[in-house]
Structure formats: structure tokens, C-alpha cells
């Protein structure tokens, strides 16, 4: 069962009502981010927990590639200075760092999101990307009536069922 | 908290989000108009000419250009340095006022991103070129390699803006396109056209706006705006080491950094400035951009106008405190009098003293008078650059190494190139790509407006009484 609302804030009065009645909601898809949905479908996301591993991992490379480089590979003698030059090392650390980090995360997004070039688009109802907010109840929950939750979904402002 | 009273409305007119998609992506469905044409041939003229000018530097050689031994570095560095300040609005807009949660930033932070990227790609050319072998450029990246292996110098400043450079460009290309994906995916769902649902359908990457995207999309702009805002600092922070870790007169100074990065996001907001008002009049975008947006992005370079000002007045305090004769002679009589005492004067009253008009609601809300001054601060900023490179370089220690400097036709040539380069760039973006954020619009579009009547809410919802916690445009 799909429900077409013409606002969030519709919407948002919908999902509450259907979540409360114990029915499992399929997907949302709206035209821009709703945080209450987002939190409300329960899905939750590591890819900032992802990112800092990706900084931890991208920092000690970097600096481990330029010891290696600098002190183990051709060492050169600059005016005497230690071979091992960490202050220096820290800006080329920090920007390549987050050069890594910011790759590898969007990497990262475009698999768990299934975000990809090439992928074709599995579209619900063509107005949500528009001005539209879409929500799919699954049939198969348990509870479901259609005419009941039909019903539902126009008393809280759907413009569209079905 | 965001509130609509301090700033003015964000989108004027009481738009359904309908509207908001139909009218910001109303250039692409439509007939490309005849003056966009004639930009855009002038435009490929200068790059053509530019193109020509660099066929020359590299069949010739760096000869072909008006540097010499003693003034090594001439425009190539003045206009990577300017073009770089220039690409740095497209972070600042996008990370720095996300973090400071500004919402008025959607409807400019695309404008601003792509102009950085473009702006970007313009600056590396010249170091590039500079290198005078530029087929050889990849010597710079540190690779295992059979000549040694010899690895670059870590500790040397032209290296790590190798890195920041192609860091930035890297980092902000990614930003803005992901950015955009969601706004791709509005094309392909409303266009009539069968190639532009192709074609845009193949870049919206299968967005759909599930809430499992947008949730990881959140997260992507959560993780990448921290991060990248590290970068607006480090980025021309390191430009700036280009020059301060040298021993030359007038450049070896711990200001440079934060005069730096102040001066590029001085620059960076006065490009954005002249482009949203182009946005403006040629688009008639103004219930999007409107005279709100421009009126604060006014107000943050009278504020930027004044730390440009502290910082010269900073410099030649500094130069006089330190009683050092070679900084007492760069200072005050080869920059504030002297052969270059021009462009010292061009560069502190058009960055420090004409912007101070922008204190007067009457300049701030005419837009022509806007659009003069944004075009004056960016060449106030190009002389602030001729200022640091040429005149520190010209006369420095040694007398006996004293030389003049004056660009040859070919430098000029190049840097009309990366102008025509700028704009044809800036032209094929207002014509094929979304030029506001329209996910992001729509996110702020409640703001403006009552809660709708039905349902359980009473008609009694003002915009004053809206739940603020529903503060959902993050990205």
C-alpha cells in the first residue's frame, strides 16, 4: 500500500499513526531529508564510525610512507636535520588524511546506499523526488487491512492511495 | 536557532515545492538563450588564446615569459594564487556556514561550489606550466620509482601545496557532485525530454529518495563537511608557506597564514557575490537569491573588508617594529611608495576601503552597485598578490640583484586563457546543472510558510509557532 502526501508534515502524522498501529513500514521516499522519518524507520547508519577508521588507517600511512620514504628508503642529509622530520611530516599528513577519508566514505556511501554509477532506478512513485512524500506500507504485516489503513492514510492528509 | 526575522525570508513568494523544482531547473528544459551563446564564444576565444599562449610556453619554454633570475616568480604564481583564494567560497560557503547552521547558504552554496571547482582547475595549471617541463609533472608525486628511488622533499612547502591542491580539487569536485545527485534525480523524474532523462538519469547514480539514502546521505555530508573544513584553513594556509618559509623580505612573516586564508575567502565571497547577482539578472532567480541573500553575503565581506585592512596595517607596523632595514625598505619604499607603489594603493583601497560602502542598506540593495564592487574586490585582490610576489622580488637583499619585471604577451595570454576558461566553465554550468540546490531549497521551504490546516493540526500554526526541532537540512 502506497501513500502520496502533499507535506512532511502529513506525512509525518501518517507514519506516527501507522507505526503505531504495529504495521512494518517499507520505505519513505521523500524530496528531501526528514530526520523524524529517518529516525522513525530505525535504520541505522556506521558511516561516520566508518570514517574514523578510514582517518586512523589513512593517518598512520601516510606518515608511516613518508618514514619510510625519508629515514628508510634515501635518506638525504638537509642542513643536518634529523632524517625523521615529524613537525613537517604533520601537514601532508593531515591533508592526505582527509583526501583518504573523504574517498574511501564516499565509497563507503555508494555501497550501503547502493548509490553507484549505472544503477537503474527502482522508482515507487515518480513525484517523490518532486514535491511529493511517499511512504509504502508493507502488505504482509501483520494487523494489515487494506480499507482500514486506507482510510488512515486519507484522514491524515494523503492525497493519494493505492 | 535560524530565525527568519534577523535575516528576512528565504524564498520569497510562497512557493509550493513544485514550484521550487519547476523554476530553478527551468533554464535546463529551456531554449538556450541567444546571449549565452555569445558569452560562451567569447569565452572559448580567450581559452583558445590561452591554449595558444601555453603551446608556446612549452614548445619554447619559460624563456617565452617576462620572469628572470631575479624575479622568478611572475604572474603564473600571482594568478595561481588568486585563482586558488577564489576557489576557497566554495568551501567556506558550503562547510562554514553549514557549521554554523546559516540556512540562507542553500540557495548559493552550488553556485559557490562549482565556481571553486572550475576556479580550482584554473589555478593548477599554473604551477603546472611553471615546472617548465610539464610532462614531467608526475615527478612530484612520490612513487616508488627507477630513479633511486629518489623520493620529493617532505619539508618543502611547494610539495604540500602539490598535496592541498589536488586534495581541494579532489574533495571539492566529490562534494559538489554528490551534492547534486539527489537533484539529478529530480531531472530525470520531471524532464519531457528522453535524452535529458538518459543522460541525467545515468549522473542521479539510481537516487531515488529512499529514507536508507538519505539517512547514509547525512551522514556523507556530516562526515565530509568536518572534515573538508579543516580544509578552507590548511589549503591556502600552505599557499602561504610558499612564501613565508623563504627568507625574502616582506614574505617572512608568521601572519601569512590567517592573512592568507582571510584574503581567499575575501576573494572567494566577492566571486560568489558577482555570480549570484549574474544569477539574479540573467536567470531571474531572485525569489531564491533574494535581496536577503545578497544583503548578508554584503555584510560578511564589510566584516572580511576590515581584517584585510588590520592585517596591511598589521604588516607594516610589523615591518617598522622590527627595526629590520630590508623589511623597513620592502615595506615603505618599494610597496607604500616606489615603482610598485600602484598597486599597493589599488590593492588597500579596493580591498580595504571601498568595500566599507557595503556598511550603507542603500549600496547593499542596489544590485548593480553590488555587482561593481564584488568585480572591484577581485581586482583589489589580484594587486594584493602582484603586491606580495613581485615587490618582494624585485628588490630584496642584494642590490646588485635588483631587477624590474613586467609580464610578456604570453603570461598575459594565459591568464586571459584561464579567464575565458572560468567563464565558459561557469556558462556550461548555469546552462546543464541545477545551479541551486533544489533538495536543499525545498528542505528550508517550511520555514516561510504555515502549517497546512488539515489533519490534527489546528489553521492556527504561524511561522513564529513552528516546531524548530524539524530542523531537517543538514547537508
Not at chain 1, 506516527?16 to 512494518?24: F, Y
Not at chain 2, 583564494?85 to 568551501?91: N, R, S
Not at chain 2, 614531467?136 to 619539508?155: A, E, K
Request: charged share 15%; net charge positive; glycine share 8%.
Amino acid at each position: 500500500m502506497v501513500g502520496v502526501f502533499d507535506n512532511e508534515f502529513d506525512l509525518l502524522q501518517a507514519f506516527g499513526k501507522v507505526k503505531s498501529k504495529g504495521l512494518k513500514i517499507e520505505e519513505v521516499y521523500t524530496p528531501y531529508p526528514i530526520h523524524e522519518i529517518l529516525e522513525g524507520m530505525g535504520t541505522k547508519t556506521r558511516i561516520t564510525h566508518a570514517a574514523f577508521f578510514f582517518g586512523l588507517f589513512g593517518a598512520l600511512a601516510v606518515l608511516g610512507g613518508m618514514y619510510y620514504a625519508a629515514v628508510e628508503s634515501w635518506p638525504l642529509n638537509f642542513g643536518g636535520k634529523p632524517f625523521n622530520t615529524f613537525p613537517s611530516f604533520i601537514v601532508v599528513t593531515i591533508v592526505a588524511t582527509i583526501l583518504i577519508v573523504t574517498l574511501l566514505t564516499l565509497f563507503t556511501f555508494s555501497a550501503r546506499a547502493k548509490v553507484f554509477p549505472g544503477k537503474k532506478a527502482e522508482i515507487v512513485d515518480i513525484r517523490a523526488t518532486d514535491d511529493k512524500f511517499v511512504m509504502v506500507v508493507d502488505a504482509s504485516s501483520p494487523g494489515y487491512d487494506a480499507e482500514e489503513l486506507t482510510a488512515l492514510l486519507k484522514a491524515s492528509g494523503a492525497s493519494d492511495v493505492y | 536557532m535560524y530565525n527568519t526575522e534577523v535575516r528576512g525570508k528565504l524564498i520569497d513568494g510562497d512557493k509550493s515545492l513544485k514550484q521550487i523544482s519547476k523554476e530553478i531547473l527551468a533554464p535546463i528544459d529551456a531554449k538556450t538563450p541567444a546571449w549565452w551563446y555569445i558569452a560562451f564564444i567569447i569565452s572559448l576565444g580567450m581559452f583558445g588564446w590561452g591554449l595558444y599562449c601555453k603551446y608556446i610556453t612549452i614548445s619554447t619554454g619559460i624563456g617565452t615569459w617576462g620572469v628572470n633570475n631575479t624575479v622568478g616568480w611572475g604572474w603564473a604564481i600571482i594568478n595561481f594564487v588568486w585563482w586558488i583564494g577564489i576557489g576557497h567560497a566554495g568551501t567556506a560557503f558550503s562547510i562554514f556556514l553549514l557549521i554554523l547552521r546559516q540556512k540562507w547558504r542553500t540557495a548559493i552554496n552550488r553556485a559557490a561550489e562549482a565556481m571553486t571547482v572550475v576556479a580550482v582547475l584554473c589555478a593548477s595549471l599554473f604551477p603546472l606550466l611553471h615546472m617548465g617541463r610539464p610532462w614531467l609533472f608526475f615527478f612530484i608525486f612520490p612513487y616508488p620509482n627507477t630513479r633511486g628511488p629518489l623520493w620529493v622533499n617532505f619539508n618543502s612547502p611547494l610539495f604540500w601545496d602539490f598535496v592541498a591542491i589536488s586534495a581541494y580539487m579532489l574533495i571539492s569536485a566529490s562534494f559538489w557532485y554528490f551534492g547534486m545527485v539527489p537533484d539529478f534525480a529530480t531531472i530525470r523524474d520531471t524532464t519531457k525530454s528522453k535524452v535529458k532523462k538518459a543522460v541525467y538519469g545515468f549522473f542521479a547514480f539510481g537516487w531515488v529518495g529512499s529514507s536508507k539514502e538519505w539517512l547514509r546521505f547525512e551522514a556523507l555530508s556530516f562526515v565530509l563537511g568536518g572534515i573538508a573544513a579543516v580544509l578552507v584553513v590548511s589549503v591556502h594556509s600552505i599557499v602561504s608557506t610558499d612564501f613565508a618559509v623563504s627568507v625574502e623580505p616582506g614574505w617572512h612573516t608568521t601572519i601569512f597564514p590567517p592573512y592568507f586564508v582571510v584574503g581567499a575567502i575575501f576573494s572567494g565571497f566577492a566571486m560568489v557575490l558577482t555570480l549570484v547577482t549574474l544569477m539574479r539578472k540573467l536567470y531571474k532567480m531572485n525569489d531564491f537569491i533574494t535581496d536577503a541573500h545578497v544583503d548578508a553575503v554584503c555584510r560578511i565581506l564589510v566584516f572580511i573588508s576590515l581584517i584585510m585592512g588590520t592585517a596591511y596595517l598589521t604588516e607594516i607596523f610589523i615591518a617598522w617594529y622590527s627595526g629590520s632595514e630590508y623589511e623597513m625598505f620592502t615595506f615603505f619604499r618599494n610597496r607604500i611608495t616606489g615603482d610598485y607603489a600602484f598597486q599597493f594603493w589599488a590593492m588597500f583601497v579596493f580591498n580595504a576601503l571601498v568595500p566599507q560602502l557595503f556598511w550603507f542598506k542603500a549600496v547593499r540593495k542596489r544590485l548593480w552597485v553590488v555587482f561593481i564592487i564584488s568585480i572591484i574586490i577581485n581586482i583589489g585582490m589580484w594587486f594584493e598578490r602582484f603586491n606580495i610576489v613581485i615587490t618582494s622580488l624585485t628588490k630584496n637583499y642584494l642590490p646588485a640583484n635588483w631587477a624590474t619585471y613586467s609580464p610578456s604577451i604570453i603570461e598575459i595570454g594565459f591568464f586571459i586563457g584561464t579567464l575565458g576558461m572560468f567563464s565558459a566553465g561557469v556558462l556550461l554550468f548555469f546552462r546543464y546543472i541545477p545551479m541551486i540546490a533544489v533538495s536543499e531549497v525545498k528542505s528550508v521551504a517550511k520555514f516561510d510558510k504555515p502549517i497546512p490546516s488539515h489533519g490534527e493540526h489546528g489553521g492556527g500554526h504561524t511561522s513564529n509557532e513552528r516546531p524548530l526541532t524539524t530542523n531537517n537540512s543538514q547537508n
